[in-house]
């Protein structure tokens, strides 16, 4: 199977990407008008953008209030007061659970050289699986087309031309809601780092255990 996408066009739904016989709309975070989580969701909203991505790819129609709302059930009213809320919000480990409270294989992983996560996630691309990943523009990756600041964005799978397609929900970065990058702009846009007793980061409340990436199926 390979990714495909159709642009719509829409201030909040540019177009829609497609994985087999599935597809998602990929929303610009920041143009979310109404609902009662609509400012959260407009500042705070590419990890729960990505995680409804996901999981319309896997046949849960949800949108990104909508997983939110889940969220607030499940871990109650994040501290507004924090720049990054505590706990599960806005963390590779929380997003994994959320996919797996809706029956969707996931698990999270952080970086302990880019030579691993290069191999790791081009592997799960090619086994035809998902990754939700976070961007971290850096010194030395000034040119990050992904993330003005920390980002989450979802790699959705090859294109016939063997291009990575990557659903963004910045519109100021990804005008259209895709883009087409190769393994190493993933790689190099990546927070470089993980818990060292396990290579993968566990359930931290500071927004530097954020950092890793989602393997989805």
């Given amino acids: 199977m390979y990714a495909t996408y159709q642009i719509i066009g829409t201030e909040l739904i540019p177009c829609e990407v497609f994985f087999g016989d599935r597809s998602t709309p990929v929303w610009h975070q920041a143009n979310w008008h109404g609902g009662e989580y609509e400012e959260f969701v407009r500042k705070n909203g590419c990890g729960h953008c990505c995680a409804a991505m996901v999981l319309n790819l896997h046949g849960v129609k949800i949108t990104p209030h909508e ?13 507004r007061e924090q720049e990054f809320p505590q706990g599960n919000y806005q963390t590779v480990a929380g997003i994994a659970k959320i996919l797996n409270y809706h029956g969707v294989k996931a698990a999270c992983f952080g970086v302990p050289t880019r030579e691993y996560a290069a191999k790791h996630i081009e592997e ?36 016939r031309e063997g291009e990575i397609l990557v659903a963004n929900s910045s519109q100021r970065k990804a005008p259209d809601g895709v883009q087409l990058v190769d393994i190493n702009t993933i790689v190099r846009a990546l927070f470089l780092g993980c818990d060292p007793t396990d290579k993968t980061w566990g359930e931290k409340g500071d927004h530097i255990h954020c950092a890793g990436y989602v393997v989805v199926g």
């Fill in 67 to 79: 997983e939110f709302a889940l969220c607030r059930k499940l871990w109650g009213v994040p501290n």
């Fill in 124 to 159: 799960a691309l090619r086994a035809g699986k998902q990754v939700i990943f976070w961007s971290n523009p850096n010194e030395d990756f000034p040119e990050n087309p992904f993330s003005f600041g920390e980002h989450y964005v979802m790699a959705v799978g090859y294109t």
